[in-house]
Every structure is written in C-alpha cells, then in structure tokens.
C-alpha cells in the first residue's frame, strides 16, 4: 500500500471514530438515564406544547422547599411591585441575562425595591454593589449547608437567577451595598 494512501485511509478512519458515538456510554454522567430522564419538567411542557409556567406548578414535581418556591414566586413578580409579596425580615435579588438587577426587601418595618441597569453605572460604583449582590446569591447556597432551608432560590431558563434571603447576615450587606450605590446613581443622573 502507498504511504499516502495509507494516510489518508487512517486519516478518515480517525474522523469517523472522533465523530461517532462514545465506544464507553459509563463514563457518561447520564449513564443508566434515558434521555426523557435528562429533561426539565418545562422543557417536557414545551414538548407536549403546554406553557412552561404551568408545569413548573404540576403537582407530581420534586417538593420544593417553601423558601425555593417563594423565590420562584418573586422571580415571576420582578417586573412588578415583587417586594410587597416579601415576608417581613426577608430580602430578595435577582440577576438577569438583560444586565438588570433587582433587589428588594421587607427588612425592619421598611418595604423596597430597586431596579439597576447595571452596565449604565460607573465601573468603580458597580463593582462594590455587583459583589454584595453576588455573596448575597451564594449565601448558604452549597448543597449540604447547613442553613441551606433559610435560603431559596430560582433558576431562570435565560440565565437568571433570583435567590430569597431570611438572615440577618446576608440581608445587610446587600442593603448597605445598595445605600452607598443610591446617592451616586442620583448624582449621575442629574
């Protein structure tokens, strides 16, 4: 056999084999699961041509936890009055795909709510108010934390995500955050 012939039969040879499917389906993460197993109940809803939010409240789901299910409750009020739906003592964020961030609570007899067009600030007044969003959203949110119930918590399908506060430990610093970020979006604005 020619040496480039030779070449080229194992150069095709490895494109079919690099292209077809995995020779050791138990190395997959999914192994043992059909595919129906690897959907979200909304994208089976969409499948079946039911709107998404419909079976996102279909009662043969996985139990939520209450604080989960509040924070799927504001996450679908954010484009409304959402902090009137908090519980007193509780705080709420989210953080949309569109640059937005929402952030509200019902924290010491006070009841408020902000919406931030995050890539219209200042950089250096962003950041400070980005990160105390950001630890507020991963406050007790490990798997196994043990104050992991005092937090809930909603994923979006555009990449969002909104996350229901209950301590005092996580709730300050957001509202601190948004008390030094306030007077200077007033400033910018005049």
Known sequence: MNPLRFLSV???????????????PDLSPYAGQSDAATQT???????????ASEAETDDDEVE????????????NAVEGDFAERLDPGTAFAARGGDGR????WNYDGAVEQHVVFTPDVDVDARLPFDLAVGDFQRWNMERDAPNRDLTGADRRRDGGLCVLQTERDAIDP???????????LEDASE
């Open 41 to 51: 109940d909304s994208d089976l809803a969409e499948e079946a041509g039911e709107d």
């Open 101 to 104: 961030v929402f952030v509200g």
């Open 10 to 24: 194992s150069a095709l040879a490895l494109m079919i084999v690099a292209c077809g499917e995995p020779q050791e």
């Open 64 to 75: 939520l936890r209450p604080t989960d299910q509040k924070a799927r409750e504001l996450c």
């Open 174 to 184: 957001l509202i601190s955050a948004w008390r030094t970020l306030a007077p200077q």
